[in-house]
T-cell receptor
């Protein structure tokens, strides 16, 4: 039982390049999330998916797109990377459909640097 | 709108002493409150949550938190700190937003440093 896995662990991009961050969970959770973590800013929600086939914007969606490929997988795409997107990205999942009381399970993170 | 405040960027405590990490929140309606811990270069791990009922919630690794509705607080506590408790701690709140979503909001985090 691996929980939430993310690939890659590290990535360096040049401005304007694109890439996709992959996330998968093996807990049969309905809800999945993408966050970015910046120093002094805590975690900010980029996009979330309440269930397979649905996605919604979070607090900071600009410059990102997501795909809920199936119940297990939720990918985050940067179409044209910018230095402001340098951050640590976390994927998370939880039971239920964005229900109130379910805690989230987090992946190990992807450290992205855009030069 | 909902928000979470962690008023201290850093908390220092000596090993064996009690520790408190503060969290206050602002929501419309009933809050669902969570604490997570993040060790260096790792993802967040769930510690405990308050949903309803007893205001004192017990969680992993000997941590507990007290829900205080009148003060809108949910402070994390531990009777006796360990050096291994040194980490970044996040408070989070979920409440029903307009449109029916329950997006969680996280505080900025508090760095706990336990000195030997």
């Amino acid at each position: 039982n691996a929980g939430v896995t993310q690939t890659p662990k590290f990535q360096v991009l040049k401005t304007g390049q694109s890439m996709t961050l992959q996330c998968a969970q093996d807990m049969n959770h309905n809800s999945m999330y993408w966050y970015r973590q910046d120093p002094g800013m805590g975690l900010r929600l980029i996009y979330y998916s309440a269930s397979e086939g649905t996605t919604d914007k979070g607090e900071v969606p600009n410059g990102y797109n997501v795909s809920r490929l199936n119940k297990r997988e939720f990918s985050l795409r940067l179409e044209s990377a910018a230095p402001s997107q340098t951050s640590v990205y976390f994927c998370a999942s939880s039971e239920g459909s964005i229900a109130l009381y379910y805690e989230q399970y987090f992946g190990p993170g992807t450290r992205l640097t855009v030069t | 709108a909902q928000s979470v405040a962690q008023p201290e960027d850093q908390v220092n405590v000596a090993e064996g002493n009690p520790l408190t990490v503060k969290c206050t929140y602002s929501v419309s309606g009933n809050p669902y409150l969570f604490w997570y811990v993040q060790y260096p270069n790792r993802g967040l791990q769930f510690l405990l949550k308050y949903i309803t009922g007893d205001n004192l919630v017990k969680g992993s690794y000997g941590f507990e938190a007290e829900f205080n509705k009148s003060q809108t607080s949910f402070h994390l506590k531990k009777p006796s700190a360990l050096v291994s408790d040194s980490a970044l701690y996040f408070c989070a709140v979920r409440a029903r937003l307009s449109g029916g979503s329950y997006i969680p909001t996280f505080g900025r985090g508090t760095s706990l440093i336990v000195h030997p």
